[in-house]
């Protein structure tokens, strides 16, 4: 499998969890965002969004969009689960990660900063604003957690999700200390080597 | 099962038509979201991101966030299926609904318009360009379409999401000639009696 990304993407970041977690080897092509090279044709051919992540696999099929990966992550790989077992802990699991990937992360993404600069906003305190009442929100929704990952005893789609998001909080320089749960939690998924291994300071591209 | 929406909020429109997909019966609870019902306590206490929809079920148990809501649904009333069979079908139909549930919708949601309007900015050209270029990268991804329906010969996910998106598109003058293949799975879910019952203008509390 190939996977297109961009080492600070937390979109990508998230595939290189899930494919990390589930003991997958791929290969790591760099898009440059920050050059646009995602708005050329041929990041467009791989994707008519000129988004990353993309994953190619073997046979050339092209999946994108990060929770639609994972999902098929979870599928076609069911162990070790990247959710729960039971649907109720299943839908409270993709609860939590919906909190980044609808209600935080595309609201703080590179191409609305820029669309809030043109308009004289200040695209810091935007993309602050924005994280840090998500993940107070979803501080409310895990406050009183007594498993040391958000949805058990190991990582989950909602912990993937999670900690690109956190690493991005610390950018906008959000005030943290309202998130205990989700920063205690993260610690414990920095301490595994699969997190290490994703984390966009280990990847090739990282500047 | 209660279900607390507002008749135009695209999000619990979705579940709207994923209970009705599923021949599910529900009571519906609206909340007030041009009045602000969802910020006060007794909403907030249902959803601590003072969304709707919430979908309570008979033990009270809440449920947030339409996709998880969505893949709950599918997990515990598996007929008519919301999803395809194929891992890589399935992830595909993902996909497309997340062009529309983490591309487009949270881009133009009342919030960030709100926000766009306090920098001095047109929130009607914020949204139209938005859910525009959302819409037509969906168009380039179905181009072709050899089934009545995004995924098939009967509505999935992705047209759960697709329906509603569209409806806004229209509320913020898109041109949606350009999205023809879209506008005409729209019509053929608007001839299902499901998706007439699902529509905002059919909610006791529209207006």
Redesign the interface.
């Known amino acids: 499998m190939k996977l297109y990304g961009y080492w600070r993407s937390s979109s990508a970041w998230r595939v290189r969890l899930g494919l990390g977690l589930k003991g997958l080897d791929y290969d790591y092509v760099a898009v440059h965002l920050k050059n646009g090279e995602q708005l050329g044709d041929e990041h467009g051919a791989r994707n008519?969004?000129h988004q990353v992540p993309v994953l190619e696999l073997d046979d050339g099929?092209r999946?994108?969009?990060?929770?639609?990966?994972l999902?098929?992550l979870e599928?076609?790989h069911p162990e070790p689960a990247l959710l729960p077992a039971a649907?109720?802990a299943?839908?409270?699991c993709?609860?939590l990660?919906?909190?980044v990937?609808?209600?935080i992360?595309?609201?703080q993404n590179l191409s609305?900063l820029l669309?809030?600069q043109a308009?004289?906003?200040d695209r810091m305190a935007?993309g602050r604003q924005a994280i840090q009442r998500?993940l107070e929100?979803m501080e409310?929704?895990v406050s009183g957690l007594d498993t040391p990952f958000l949805c058990g005893e190991a990582p989950t789609l909602a912990d993937i999700l999670l900690v690109p998001q956190l690493y991005n909080a610390r950018r906008f320089a959000c005030d943290l200390s309202t998130v205990p749960t989700l920063t205690a939690v993260e610690a414990r998924c920095e301490a595994l080597p699969v997190f290490q291994a994703a984390h966009p300071s280990a990847q090739p591209d990282a500047f």
């Open positions: 008519p969004l099929t999946l994108t969009q990060s929770l639609a990966i999902e098929w599928e076609t649907p109720l299943r839908a409270r993709r609860a990660a919906e909190i990937n609808s209600g992360q595309p609201v609305v669309a809030v308009l004289g906003g935007w998500g929100a409310t929704h």
